[in-house]
C-alpha cells in the first residue's frame, strides 16, 4: 500500500537518552517534513528536505537533525532528549514543495 | 510576525452547515490549505485555494478573499464523522507552510 510510514508509534525515552524517529515514503515524493504537534498549538515545522541530499531548517530546529541520503527515507534524531520534546511528531511529504502534504500516522514521544 | 487565526472550537448540529473562518497575515502568499484532522489521528488534505473565490468538493466548500486574508471552509449536511479537528495554513512567499492551531468541531445529534 502506497504512503507514508513512522517508526515507532509511540515511545517513552528517559532525558538524556538519544533516538531517532524513522520515515519512509514510497510515493517517490521529492520533499519531506518533520512537524511536531502540541495541544492548543499549530503544527511546527522542525525540518524539512526538498530533495534527496539536502535538508534545511525549520521553526522549531533546535535539538533535533535530519538527513536524506535517499528519497524514501527521512529519520528525525533527538540527539539529547529534553522533557519539552515530548510531543507527537509527523512526518509529511509531497511530490514538490509546493503541493498537498500527505502525514505519517504519526509518533507520540514522552520524555520524563 | 505571521500568523493564522481560527476559533478554538465550534459546535453544530448533525444536518446543519457550518463554517469555519480563517483570517491569515502572511509574508507573502502562494496558497491556502485545509487539512481535517480526527483526535488521533495525522492530517488529511481537504482543499486547496490560490484564487479568490469558492471552491466546491462534495459536501465541504472553501472559500479565499485574498485582499481580505480570509478563508473559510464551509461544511454542508454534517455528519458525526465530521467530528475532527480543520486546520487551516497559508503558503508564503517563500514556500513555507504557516499552520493554524486548529478549530475542533463537535456534531451533536
Known amino acids: 500500500i502506497a504512503g507514508i510510514t513512522q517508526a515507532p508509534t509511540s515511545q517513552i525515552l528517559a532525558a538524556g537518552r538519544r533516538m531517532t524517529l524513522r520515515c519512509t515514503q514510497d510515493m517517490r515524493h521529492n520533499a519531506m517534513y518533520w512537524y511536531r504537534q502540541d495541544l492548543g498549538l499549530g503544527l511546527r515545522l522542525i525540518h524539512y528536505?526538498?530533495?534527496?541530499?539536502?535538508?534545511g531548517k525549520g521553526e522549531v530546529p533546535d535539538g533535533y537533525s535530519v538527513s536524506r541520503a535517499n528519497t524514501d527515507d527521512f529519520p528525525l534524531t533527538l540527539a539529547s532528549a529534553v522533557p519539552s520534546q515530548t510531543s507527537v511528531y509527523f512526518c509529511?511529504?509531497?511530490?514538490?514543495?509546493?503541493?498537498?502534504?500527505?502525514f505519517g500516522p504519526g509518533t507520540r514521544l514522552t520524555v520524563l | 510576525g505571521q500568523n493564522i487565526d481560527q476559533p478554538t472550537e465550534m459546535t453544530a448540529t448533525e444536518g446543519a452547515i457550518v463554517q469555519i473562518n480563517c483570517t491569515y497575515q502572511?509574508?507573502?502568499?502562494?496558497?491556502l490549505f485545509w487539512y481535517q484532522q480526527h483526535a488521533g489521528e495525522a492530517p488529511t488534505f481537504l482543499s486547496y485555494n490560490v484564487l479568490d473565490g469558492l471552491e466546491e468538493k462534495g459536501r465541504f466548500s472553501s472559500f479565499l478573499s485574498r485582499s481580505k486574508g480570509y478563508s473559510y471552509l464551509l461544511l454542508k449536511e454534517l455528519q458525526m464523522k465530521d467530528s475532527a479537528s480543520y486546520l487551516c495554513d497559508v503558503m508564503d512567499s517563500n514556500y513555507q507552510l504557516i499552520w493554524g492551531a486548529g478549530t475542533k468541531l463537535i456534531i451533536k445529534p
Open positions: 528536505s526538498n530533495t534527496a541530499g539536502t535538508t
Open positions: 502572511t509574508s507573502g502568499f502562494n496558497g
Open positions: 509529511a511529504s509531497s511530490d514538490s514543495g509546493v503541493d498537498t502534504q500527505y
